[in-house]
């Protein structure tokens, strides 16, 4: 499909870059580059139907190619399709499971999932979108992928910054741009473009900066990121964010081949803005990005933390663990949260998101109903198999018919008796199944099935 680019972006950029414009507008006309990433959360990761042969150079666990949707891989949570560009801003961040981090404008959830993947279910993530539609997005990927470590908040960026003062370790600010650098993967998107959106999201992120620095703990690591080529929303708003704290300053980053400086020149000739970094599809094989890393000044401080009531009962509590009992060889205790008649295992138990909106808080264990407790899919998705009394492996015929939402009638008598069980398709758990009577009950949710 051809890019229509118009006449105000090409003389813009013909203005910007000289010759080198030309060159430009014919990577943006050009196929856009396919990727995926491989997620180490699960178990035997690397157990996937795709080739593992063309490994991205910066990352440990993205690859070039091209993913399937409804492959049992894409719906198990063992891949992620991301652009080979944006998988570097997380290895920029450099996250590790000790970090309170948060993720600020995080729909769909490509560099969340993989700032977990890094913190190994470890420490805090905090995942923000403020579109309530691509918020739900972001909770549902972050369930398939098995994170357990993050809460998903919708809420805008001031409204972090009465409770969250100087608390997080690592910020990432993907901010919301004019989309530039997608141009040739989003063709459509072009008919948006106009110099005055440009202003209007250099403008917008520089109020989703200026809550940052408040949420940002003393020697504290944020990185700014946008998939445009543009000036004002990228080297003009650092220029315009160090000036205005001057206790931040841009840290260098690693290059690799095809990656290029910052443009001094393009932000009134502040020549620290070499230490950020660019990619070009004409000479990076993806798509065009912006990205630079900066730290914050001072000691870090110790936000004292106090804990909400997590609301279980005994009866809660027999219930799950009557479960347990019967369906998994062990369990994990920590954080239990009961919210309405669901239970979570709690990625913070911090007062401090009371009065935000929440969609999801950990990891989703399951629903008390009369006398039982149920568990839900997202808990599927995170467990290994050694946790499980009963791993069923399905056939092709079984698989899709349970996706389809059918039972499965076994033929014999199985060896085990326990009702919940696990559901593996080449051997990547996928649901749960519930047992009776040689008949393998659907529970798939219904939203999900196909």
């Not at 923000?128 to 994170?147: D, F, H, P, Y």
């Not at 004409?282 to 630079?292: A, I, L, V």
Request: with cysteine; aromatic share 12%.
């Amino acid at each position: 499909m051809k890019v229509d680019l118009s006449n105000d972006f090409k003389e813009k950029y013909r203005n910007l870059m000289g010759e080198r414009a030309e060159k430009l507008f014919s990577a943006i006309q050009e196929d856009s580059q396919d990727a995926f990433r491989l997620n180490p959360l699960k178990a035997n990761y690397k157990n996937v139907t795709y080739p593992l042969d063309k490994p991205i150079e910066y990352s440990s666990i993205g690859y070039y190619g091209n993913i399937d949707g409804n492959s049992i891989d894409h719906i198990s949570g063992y891949v992620y399709s991301q652009e080979p560009s944006a998988m570097y801003v997380t290895e920029i961040l450099d996250p590790t499971k000790d970090d309170k981090i948060l993720d600020l404008c995080a729909a769909p959830g490509s560099k969340t999932t993989y700032i977990a993947s890094k913190m190994a279910s470890q420490g805090l993530l905090v995942s923000n979108e403020i579109n309530s539609k691509r918020a739900k997005v972001l909770s549902s990927n972050i369930e398939r992928m098995g994170i357990t470590n993050t809460v998903v908040t919708n809420n805008s960026p001031k409204d972090f910054e009465k409770k969250f003062d100087n608390f997080f370790d690592k910020i990432l600010v993907d901010a919301p741009c004019s989309g530039e650098g997608m141009f040739r993967k989003d063709p459509e998107s072009t008919q948006y473009w106009s110099l005055d959106y440009v202003e209007q999201c250099a403008n917008r992120q520089q109020h989703i900066l200026d809550s940052t620095y408040k949420l940002l703990d003393n020697g504290g690591t944020l990185v700014y990121s946008t998939c445009t080529f543009s000036p004002e929303e990228n080297e003009q708003n650092i220029d315009w964010f160090l000036k205005k704290y001057p206790d931040m300053h841009l840290v260098e980053v690693k290059k690799y081949a095809g990656m290029e400086d910052g443009r001094p020149e393009w932000g009134n000739n502040n020549p620290e803005l070499k230490k950020a970094l660019r990619m070009f599809p004409d000479q990076f094989n993806g798509e065009g990005h912006f990205m630079c890393k900066m730290v914050k000044d001072g000691e870090k401080s110790e936000p004292k933390e106090r804990q909400i009531n997590t609301g279980l009962k005994k009866d809660d509590l027999k219930f799950v663990s009557k479960f347990a009992k019967a369906n998994l060889n062990s369990l994990s205790e920590n954080n239990w949260l009961k919210i309405s008649d669901f239970l979570y295992q709690a990625a913070s138990l911090d007062n401090r998101f009371k009065g935000l909106h929440i969609l999801r808080n950990g990891l989703k264990l399951g629903e008390f109903k009369k006398n039982r407790f149920e568990p839900d899919i997202a808990w599927m998705l995170a467990l290994k198999p050694s946790e499980l009394k009963t791993v069923f492996e399905l056939d092709q015929e079984q698989y899709e018919k349970y996706l389809h939402g059918e039972s499965v009638i076994l033929s014999q008598r199985p060896d085990f008796d326990n009702k919940w069980i696990g559901l593996s398709f080449e051997g990547k758990l996928f649901s749960w199944g519930r047992y009776s009577n040689q008949q393998i009950k659907n529970v798939y949710p219904k939203g999900l099935r196909r």
